[in-house]
């Protein structure tokens, strides 16, 4: 059990461009005010999936891809996930939450889809998803 990226990077390319503007910034506001360590761990994750992947949720998040350390984290051993977790220790530091520049001019509601009844964000008959 190795293989953590092929399925979502997968996924992630069968998404329409909307879908993944969705993802992006969903990711964005649900990291909230998580550690720039944390952000920069996650947006290597996305990256391993996917580069668009990890290039889209770093925008979102306001962050400089060219400041991440995309080198990927095998985590393979003991050691190599010890030493993975402990990259970018120095960024273990409070940032504020993100507010994408690509919802900057939405309404309140924004594209969220944490909402009462997701059905009314779109129509399961157009979703390519669906076999």
Same mark, same amino acid.
């Given at each position: ?11 992630? /390319? $069968? ?5 993944? %503007? &969705? ?12 550690? %720039? ?14 580069? !668009?992947?990890?290039?889209?949720? $770093? ?8 400041? &991440?350390?995309? *080198? ?5 051993? /003991?050691? $190599? ?5 402990? /990259?970018?220790?120095?960024?273990? &530091?409070? *940032? ?22 997701? $059905? ?6 157009? !979703?390519?998803?669906?076999?």
């Amino acid at each position: 059990d190795h293989d953590y990226y092929s399925q979502p990077g997968m996924l992630f /390319r $069968a998404m329409s461009p909307e879908q993944k %503007l &969705v993802l992006f910034e969903n990711t964005a506001r649900n990291m909230g005010d998580s550690t %720039l360590q944390i952000k920069h761990r996650h947006i290597v994750h996305c990256h391993m999936a996917d580069p !668009d992947y990890g290039k889209g949720v $770093a925008e979102a998040l306001g962050i400089d891809i060219g400041t &991440v350390d995309l *080198t990927p984290m095998k985590s393979d051993s /003991r050691d $190599a996930w010890e030493k993975d977790k402990a /990259r970018g220790a120095d960024l273990n &530091v409070p *940032t504020q939450p993100a507010n994408p520049k690509s919802a900057m001019n939405l309404p309140p509601e924004g594209r969220d889809t944490n909402v009462k009844d997701p $059905a009314t964000l779109y129509s399961w008959e157009d !979703d390519p998803q669906v076999l």
